[in-house]
C-alpha cells in the first residue's frame, strides 16, 4: 500500500466484536479477569489480554501499531508527550553516566532536556552541527549511546542527511535516533534510510488539529521492549487522546499535502518581499539543504521560518500586526500559528547560543495552516506592510 492508503487503513480493522468502523473508546482504566486463574495467567504474560491502562489499551496499542506500521518500523510505544517520548529513549538507550550526540538545532523544550534534565540521570550531551560529517563522526566518544538528529529541524529548517548519519553511528555501533515530527512518515520515513529509531511529537501533525498533547517512539521490537519498562515509572497515554490521534491520521496524508502547497507558495512570496532579508524552506532552490530534502523526502513540509529586515523589533512588529495567524507556539495545525523562536519556544538558548546556531533575533517561524494561501499571504503582506 502507498503512504496515503496506510494512513487510512494501515494496521487497522473494523472493531471484531462491534463491526464498529471507527474503534470505540475503551474509557476504562482497570480490565475485569474471567477468574483469579486467569488474572494470574495475564500477569505472568502466559496468556495475551489487557489488564491495567497505564500497561495497554487497545486504543493505545492500535495507535502504536498504526504509527509503526506508517514509518516501517517494528514496533511502537505511545506517550504523555513527545517530551517523555524522548526522555524515554534517553533513559532508557544511554542510561546513566553516558553520552549522547545530538545536532545543535533541536526544538527548545529538547534542549533544555538534554542541557539541565539529563546531567540529572548522569547523561552528557556533546552538541555538534550533523550536515559535517568529520565534526560528527569526531564527537562519537567511547561512551557515546546514540545519535539524535531532528531534520527538518526547528526551527530554522535545517536539513540533515539521515543515511550519512546512520552510516556514521552503525561504524561505531549506536543507533540513530531521528526526530520526525516536522516531516511525518507521509513526507519522510528515516528507517529507509537506515535510522534505527524514530520520534514523534503526535501533537502537531499526526494528531493534526491541536487538541491532543502525545507523543510517540518506534523502532525495533527489542528497543521498544526495552522502553516498556517506562510503564513502571509511570509513563502512559490515554484512550481518548490515542482515538484523537487514530482520527487525525486518517486525514494526515491529504492535510500534509495541503500545508506544503501553501508553504511552499508562502515561501516564494516572502522570498521576493522587500521586508524579508532572508527565508527558511527546504523546497527553496536558496535553501542549503535543498537537494539533500528532495532526495530524503516527497515533498517539503508545512514550516517555514524567515528573518525580516529590522531584527526583533521588526519582527515584533509583524506578530502584533497579523490578525488571521495566531500567535501561538506548537505547530502542524489546521490553523497557521506565528512565533518567534528566540524569545518563545526556543528561550532555552542562549542569546549566544542563539547567534551561534544561526537562531537570529529577528527570526520569524509560521506553521503554515490549511486555510486558502491567498488569506495567509494578505494577512502577512498587511504585517510587513506595519513594519
Ligand atoms: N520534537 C519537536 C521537533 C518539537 O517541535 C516538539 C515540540 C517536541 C519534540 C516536543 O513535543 P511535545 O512534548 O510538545 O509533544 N515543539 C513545539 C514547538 O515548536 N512549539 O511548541 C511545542
Not at 550526540?101 to 533541536?106: A, E, H, L, T
Not at 492535510?255 to 524579508?276: D, G, I, P, Y
Not at 501561538?328 to 549566544?352: N, R
Amino acid at each position: 500500500m502507498e503512504i496515503d492508503t496506510k494512513v487510512v487503513h494501515g494496521g487497522q480493522h473494523p472493531d471484531p466484536s462491534t463491526g464498529a468502523v471507527s474503534q470505540p473508546i475503551y474509557q476504562t482504566s482497570t480490565f475485569a479477569f474471567k477468574d483469579a486463574d486467569h488474572g494470574a495467567r495475564l500477569f505472568k504474560k502466559e496468556e495475551k489480554g489487557y489488564i491495567y491502562t497505564r500497561l495497554g489499551n487497545p486504543n493505545i496499542d492500535l495507535l502504536a501499531q498504526k504509527l509503526a506500521v506508517l514509518e516501517g518500523a517494528k514496533a511502537g510505544l505511545v506517550f504523555s508527550s513527545g517530551s517523555a517520548a524522548i526522555f524515554g529513549i534517553m533513559f532508557c538507550i544511554a542510561g546513566k553516566g553516558n553520552n549522547i550526540v545530538s545536532d545543535n538545532i533541536i526544538y527548545g523544550g529538547t534542549y533544555a532536556q538534554f542541557m539541565k534534565v539529563l546531567p540529572k540521570t548522569g547523561i552528557t550531551t556533546t552538541f555538534v552541527d550533523a550536515t559535517q560529517v568529520e565534526e560528527l563522526e569526531q564527537s562519537i566518544k567511547p561512551d557515546t549511546k546514540l545519535i539524535f538528529i531532528e531534520t527538518p529541524a526547528n526551527p530554522t529548517l535545517k536539513i540533515i542527511d539521515i543515511a550519512k548519519c546512520a552510516e556514521i553511528a552503525h561504524k561505531h555501533n549506536i543507533p540513530l535516533v531521528v526526530d520526525n515530527t516536522f516531516a511525518t512518515p507521509c513526507l519522510q520515513r528515516p528507517i529507509e534510510h537506515k535510522a534505527d529509531i524514530v520520534v514523534h511529537s503526535m501533537t502537531k501533525y499526526l494528531t493534526g488539529h491541536g487538541d491532543s498533547i502525545g507523543g510517540v517512539v518506534v523502532g525495533k521490537e527489542e528497543v521498544i521492549k526495552e522502553l516498556k519498562v517506562l510503564n513502571d515509572l509511570g509513563a502512559c497515554y490515554n484512550p481518548f487522546g490515542a482515538w484523537l490521534t487514530l482520527r487525525g491520521l486518517k486525514t494526515l496524508a491529504v492535510r500534509v499535502e495541503r500545508h506544503s502547497k501553501n508553504a511552499m507558495e508562502l515561501a516564494k512570496f516572502l522570498e521576493t518581499h522587500s521586508k524579508v532579508e532572508k527565508v527558511y524552506y527546504p523546497g527553496l532552490a536558496s535553501h542549503p539543504g535543498y537537494e539533500i530534502a528532495r532526495r530524503q523526502m516527497s515533498d517539503f513540509g508545512g514550516m517555514v521560518s524567515f528573518e525580516v529586515r529590522g531584527g526583533r523589533e521588526a519582527g515584533k512588529t509583524l506578530i502584533n500586526s497579523v490578525k488571521l495567524c495566531i500567535v501561538a507556539v506548537s505547530l502542524g495545525d489546521t490553523d497557521t500559528l506565528i512565533e518567534h523562536p528566540a524569545s518563545m519556544t526556543h528561550s532555552s538558548y542562549s542569546d549566544e547560543e542563539c547567534l551561534k546556531v544561526g537562531i537570529k533575533p529577528g527570526l520569524v517561524r509560521i506553521s503554515v495552516g490549511i486555510e486558502n494561501i491567498k488569506d495567509i499571504i494578505a494577512d502577512l503582506e498587511r504585517g510587513l506592510d506595519k513594519i
